[in-house]
């Protein structure tokens, strides 16, 4: 393993925090999901915790991810993360929610735009033919017109958006990707490569080389034990080098995903996984996945 003192400024760009009286799907009965029993996050996660788990492996700023609010309260999600931040400095940059296929749209993004801190959308686009991996109602939203029309907002406050499909669906996500060249696209958990089979793994490289064509598309290395449920260097290292042949450093990005990922691993153990599995790039390569790429697309000013 990589010596964890060794200095490297590190941005998480990818977790969340929350009070559980918050989210009716995390507060209701356990259900079958993605990331299998989460019976050990039913429980407030807020952000003192969160920087107790992060700031002893080096980590200095982070991205705040959406996690799902009941519809209709992503502004009281993204202003509560703001108050948060005013009050503890973490996180330091939001990204936020909304439905491009509602009819508010357009208010809804300008009712986040007045919150300093906000500098994306995620808007969960992943669907599977197996209905425990599914979230979005249909595989093609993204090519819905009305959709489309409300997506090309993005542009007019500067934001970026959170990707995240399963490789089906990346041959149409790169379409969306090179209509909206303006509109930075960060790819989730490495496009989420579910099935690990030859025949799996021969159409997540297809649809990432799609995706990869677009240069506005980034590829977050984050939530790869979502499937696993288990934190595996070998995994880490396989699925990242070759993330970084299609995407190279200059456009790869490190995140947690915790707590998610805390059902399984310990923080400092996930990262350093992460850092054994780069330890061969340069530490330049290292600095722009760990830290500049997140700093530079988030704005990020620490």
């Not at 995706?211 to 880490?236: E, M, R």
């Amino acid at each position: 393993m990589t010596d964890p003192s060794n200095k490297l400024n590190i941005i998480d760009a990818h977790h969340h925090i929350w009070r559980l009286s918050d989210l009716e799907w995390l507060n209701g009965p356990t259900q079958a999901r993605i990331f299998g029993d989460y019976d050990l996050i039913k429980r407030d996660y807020l952000v003192q915790e969160f920087i107790d788990d992060v700031t002893p492996q080096g980590v200095t700023a982070s991205v705040y991810i959406q996690v799902n609010w009941p519809d209709g309260a992503e502004f009281i999600e993204a202003a509560w993360v703001q108050e948060v931040a005013d009050r503890f400095g973490w996180p330091n940059a939001i990204i936020g929610y909304v439905d491009f296929s509602s009819e508010n749209c357009a208010q809804r993004l300008k009712n986040l735009a007045q919150l300093p801190l906000m500098r994306g959308i995620r808007q969960q686009l992943h669907w599977h033919q197996n209905p425990l991996y599914r979230f979005a109602p249909d595989p093609d939203i993204m090519m819905d017109s009305k959709w489309r029309n409300n997506f090309a907002l993005l542009q007019t406050y500067g934001w970026s958006f959170e990707l995240q499909v399963f490789a089906t669906q990346m041959k149409n996500a790169a379409k969306l990707a090179a209509d909206f060249p303006q509109t930075p696209m960060v790819l989730q958990h490495c496009g989420m490569p579910e099935d690990s089979s030859g025949v799996g793994m021969a159409v997540w490289i297809e649809g990432m080389r799609f995706l990869a064509d677009q240069p506005n598309v980034y590829c977050k290395f984050s939530g790869l034990g979502t499937f696993l449920h288990k934190n595996s260097v070998n995994f880490i290292k396989d699925i990242t080098a070759q993330c970084l042949e299609l995407f190279d450093a200059n456009r790869c990005i490190y995140g947690s995903n915790f707590p998610i990922e805390k059902i399984w691993t310990s923080y400092s153990d996930l990262i350093a996984g992460f850092r054994d599995g780069l330890s061969g790039l340069s530490k330049q390569d290292q600095n722009l996945i760990f830290y500049l790429n997140a700093k530079e697309l988030y704005k990020i000013a620490s």
